[in-house]
């Protein structure tokens, strides 16, 4: 394994875990209060991770909203809102309304599968 192989999975492992980090809107208030966002070189970065929206790359993400985060990210309006705590917290609260409301919607199609698939080995026999 050559060392630019090393290197280029290092940088690999680096920015999917920062890029997830992305979802966190504790982490997204964490970064703004700092000033990350004000730092035109960080700014440029979050432009550039936008690759991780590629098929290619977005089939390694265990937290799939973080590329909306990064998506929003991208509008200074939204990165200055972030100061705000309340703004984080807002963001947390609608995440876990929307992962709430899939869930159920999620547990729902299952069961109706189940059902349908109960009710074929029913009608074949």
Same mark, same amino acid.
């Given at each position: 394994?050559?060392?630019?192989?090393?290197g280029?999975? @290092?940088?690999?492992?680096? %920015?999917? =875990?920062?890029?997830?980090? *992305?979802?966190? /809107?504790?982490? #997204?208030?964490? +970064?703004?209060?700092r000033?990350?966002?004000?730092?035109?070189a960080?700014?440029?970065?979050?432009?550039? @991770?936008?690759?991780?929206? %590629?098929? =290619?790359?977005?089939?390694? *993400?265990?937290? /799939?909203?973080? #590329?909306?985060? +990064?998506?929003?990210?991208?509008?200074?309006?939204?990165?200055?809102?972030?100061?705000?705590?309340?703004?984080?917290?807002?963001?947390? %609260?609608?995440?876990i309304?929307?992962?709430?409301?899939?869930?159920?919607?999620r547990?729902? +199609?299952?069961?109706?599968?189940?059902?349908?698939?109960?009710?074929?080995?029913?009608?074949?026999?």
């Amino acid at each position: 394994v050559s060392s630019d192989d090393t290197g280029n999975r @290092l940088r690999f492992q680096l %920015e999917l =875990e920062f890029v997830q980090c *992305l979802a966190n /809107p504790n982490y #997204l208030n964490f +970064l703004a209060q700092r000033g990350y966002f004000k730092d035109k070189a960080f700014v440029n970065y979050l432009k550039y @991770l936008l690759y991780w929206k %590629e098929p =290619e790359y977005a089939k390694y *993400l265990k937290y /799939p909203q973080c #590329l909306h985060m +990064l998506e929003l990210l991208q509008y200074e309006h939204f990165r200055k809102e972030l100061v705000n705590a309340q703004c984080a917290k807002f963001i947390d %609260e609608q995440q876990i309304l929307h992962w709430q409301h899939y869930s159920r919607k999620r547990m729902r +199609l299952q069961q109706a599968l189940a059902e349908q698939q109960q009710q074929n080995n029913t009608s074949v026999k």
